[in-house]
């Protein structure tokens, strides 16, 4: 027997029909039950179980779909936002997932699609008491930000990681509009900021006087001046605010005051971190460690845009209790960092730049007992021959290191032996990402492809989800994945591979596999039939430069018709069937009409 | 003083562009390319042995054996990596193909260093030979790839922007070893080639022609503007293939009302856009005119628009001469 619309589950007495208070019945027996059942499941947060318990029977169904209060949408073409909105009704708070990553480096085409915009309408359709929303890889406009600004009185959290479509406009009507805003984490999005001559619109003071409710306050990625004095006006009033990360404008005198504003702070993100232009060679500086000082809850330190190392001693007092760092924007060489990194006993996380060389990871290792992710970027991303960091640094890393759980490293060269070490130094690895940069590289030693190592890492670290692959690599790489990657859910091959062989392994020997991302790597049709039995699994499937054709790919998007495959091709009428970039992914909904020119959906 | 714009026709007598030139040998057919391949490699492979030492191995050998490489003479930009500016190169040497006899010269007059770079990559090693059993699997290390090492543009900026503080520029470490090492930096490529004051020049660029140098790219009428390391090209040519990529689906769009399929560079005067720049003097000029070297030294952002909007601005330096 259905049941009428939304139960409110703190109210198990009242139903839908309503009489007079004398009149209070008890719901019928089946309706007890799912009462019973909402207010139990309101204690499930976790959207993997949620899943599973909607799936018991049609009551589970429904009382799931009723008390899912966060919804979480990894792929924004998967279901229409009507589908969503209809399934559930009460949802607080909403993730959306737009472009595959590969789009980051600019393999997607500028206008693909991921526009949050039938988006935006929807929820302000059917969620008005919306607090929460969370994009990451999408594509939204300044009225898209508008819209979001007034739909939503109870408004709470804006998270946008790696979009890009709006400018400052939108932030301001944010920031003007939602009086109940706590967090505004602008995460490496690029915001079309004003050309330099043209004036900048002042986002910071469009914030409401008086106390706000702000806890965490995200601008790096801004990239235009702010209004110091309204910044520092809007950290005063904000009592409640925990993390602050600014922008490259802000420099480091002003950065001293902010602190001493706020020194409840948890996590800065410092900006420049060097003098403004206008403080001359001797003037009188503050003590910027004592603004460090003052901070005494602080965990987690960032930005250094534009560092001058000299005024890295600063961070001293905060060391010895930071959990995460980062300082890959920082181009300091090892005598510089070994000062800081010899206090952090407690570091957690560490970012950094391979300036730095192997001696800086040996500081690292030797100090950092209980680091879980280690990421080294490069200064330099030309293919070289040498490098700063190499094969000793990964082995010294992987000694020191022991609960690592996520490394990302890019780097000129490594061995078979030192990942090989890795993988028995660090079990606890869930997450390994090597970009050894130069293409096709052999181990330098041995001359041979880095297929070992690679395999060693999916057969000794048993919890692996996520790997990263690079070098020279044949299908037995492969093999080792398909044999031993049993857990893997996140796969990134290029320049990898023999055969149709090599993809083959993979499709059939790993079950979890949810997002596989492959270029330039030799895998044809063969090698895409062979997953036919897995796809409806996965979230996504991107091959770029790869050897499928057209026609494999109509004849899979026939056979699986809930896949819809995208084919991306600059060229129009070519020689041979041979497409540049698939793109294919599990949909519940029609094919998209938000499509370029140079995208094909097959059917 | 060698002429380091776009002009394609005189730029094809200054081999600065090697990597140019091992592509016009490989135009045509695949089946064409292979044997190209293996005639270079068995001319030079003796002596580039010599020449390589034991550290950079670590190449496979060259080819174009994919599938894309067939492409080549559609001429158009792909989404992926290094083969895109091969094509574009193949796309601009369209009236080169003809003409074959100057391939032998080519590999005669070129001192055969670069090619000896190239071919160091080929020379089959032990390594390679297992990874690979047949020609089709020699990939080519030419060129920046679109999109590799995969990290997002900003994060290049902003590291590559600081004071450096860290090992000195592989640049100089590279002049004296170019001759063994199989990179890819055109820039170096270029130096040896030229006269002494270019590659003094190429130095002092920024301080260091490793250090990426992005500058914002815009295209008339579209909000989503991306950046371009100016630093990673060494040609206009390399530059207008990348940008032809950046935009080519909103380019394309155009294209459908045209006749012809080929997608025009926007450097080559045929197509309806054209490139200009802004300089650090804030002047508005039309790319191209300019050596490439001074204009990498001075470009402060980019502009992609339609030609018939050109007469609107008020250009610096050269007015209106569009390269041919």
Known sequence: ?603 | MMDESGRMGRRRSHHKFSEERELELRLGPPGEEKEEEEDCWSHHHNENKRERNSHESDQSPLSLGYFSAQRIYNFQPKASSFLQNMSMVGKESKDAISSQPCRSEVMEFHNGAVCAEKKALSSPSSANTAASNNSSQKRSAAGPVVGWPPIRSFRKNNASGSTSNSKPPLGSHHHNQHKHHHHHLNLNVEDKVANTTNKEHVNNISGSPNKGMFVKINMDGIPIGRKVDINAYDSYDKLSSVVDHLFRDLLSVQKQKQEEEEKTMILDGSGEYTLIYEDNDGDKMLVGDVPWHMFASTVKRLRVLKKSDLAALSLGGKQGHINH
């Open chain 1, 1 to 603: 027997m259905t049941h009428s619309g939304s139960s409110l589950p703190d109210l198990p007495n009242s139903t839908s029909t309503s009489g007079p208070m004398s009149e209070i019945r008890s719901p019928p027996p089946d309706r007890v039950l799912e009462i019973v059942l909402e207010n139990v499941l309101h204690f499930l947060t976790c959207r993997r179980d949620r899943n599973a318990a909607s799936l018991v029977c049609r009551s589970w169904y429904r009382a799931e779909a009723l008390t899912r209060s966060d919804l979480f949408i990894g792929n924004c073409y998967a279901v229409s936002p009507h589908r969503a909105t209809s399934r559930f009704r009460r949802v607080k708070s909403l993730t959306v997932k737009g472009k595959p990553r590969f789009a980051d480096f600019d393999l997607l085409p500028l206008n693909w699609g991921a526009n949050f915009s039938p988006w935006g309408s929807a929820l302000a359709d059917s969620y008005p008491w919306l607090e929460k929303l969370h994009l990451k890889r999408m594509s939204l406009t300044d009225d898209d930000l508008d819209l979001i600004a007034r739909s939503f009185p109870s408004f709470k959290e804006l998270v946008l990681v790696c979009c890009e479509g709006f400018g400052i406009a939108g932030i301001a009507s944010i920031a003007a509009n939602c009086r109940l805003l706590r967090v505004l984490d602008l995460v490496e999005s690029v915001v079309e900021v004003a050309d330099e001559d043209e004036e900048v619109m002042d986002w910071i003071s469009c914030f409401p006087e008086g106390e706000t409710h702000l806890e965490s306050l995200m601008f790096e990625c801004v990239d235009c001046p702010v209004n110091f004095e309204a910044l520092e006006g809007l950290v005063a009033r904000s009592p409640f605010l925990k993390k602050l990360r600014l922008n490259r404008f802000v420099s480091i005198p002003q950065l001293y005051r902010l602190m001493h504003r706020a020194p409840q702070l948890t996590h800065i993100g410092t900006g420049s971190f060097c003098a403004s232009d206008d403080v001359a060679v001797g003037d009188q500086e503050p003590d910027y460690a004592s603004a460090f000082a003052a901070c005494k809850s602080l965990v987690c330190l960032s930005g250094f845009r534009d560092i001058l190392p000299d005024y890295l001693p600063a961070i001293y007092p905060a060391c010895a209790n930071l959990t995460s760092l980062n300082l890959s924007y920082a181009d300091v060489n090892a005598d510089q960092l070994k000062p800081v990194i010899l206090q952090c006993h407690k570091l957690q996380t560490l970012w950094v730049l391979d300036s730095i060389c192997d001696e800086g990871l040996q500081a690292v290792a030797a100090t950092c007992k209980d680091l879980r992710e280690l990421r080294v970027f490069p200064v330099n991303t030309r293919e070289e021959v040498e490098g700063p960091v190499s094969e000793v640094g990964l082995e010294v890393i992987s000694q020191g290191c022991r609960k690592l759980q996520s490394i990302l490293f890019f780097c000129q060269r490594m061995t078979n032996a030192a990942v090989i070490a890795m993988s028995k130094n660090c079990p606890d690895l869930v997450v390994f990402r090597l970009c050894i940069i130069g293409r096709y590289r052999p181990d330098p030693e041995t001359q041979e492809p880095m297929d070992d190592g690679f395999g060693a890492i999916v057969m000794n670290c048993k919890k692996l989800t996520r790997l990263a692959v690079s070098g020279l690599l044949t299908d037995q790489a492969f093999r080792y994945i398909g044999m031993y990657g049993k857990l893997v859910r996140t796969l990134s091959v290029a320049f990898a591979g023999d055969s149709d062989q090599g993809l083959k392994y993979v499709l059939e020997g790993c079950p979890n596999l949810q997002k596989l991302e492959i270029r330039d790597s030799p895998f044809g049709d063969a090698a895409l039939r062979s997953g036919l039995h897995h796809f409806y699994n996965m979230r996504f499937l991107w091959m770029s430069s790869c050897k499928l054709t057209r026609q494999a790919c109509q004849e899979i998007a026939r056979t699986l018709p809930h896949l819809a495959l995208e084919v991306i091709d600059s060229q129009e009428d070519k020689a041979d069937d041979h497409i540049e970039i698939l793109y294919m992914y599990r949909s519940l909904d029609r094919p998209r009409n938000d499509a370029p020119k140079c995208v094909t959906i097959l059917q």
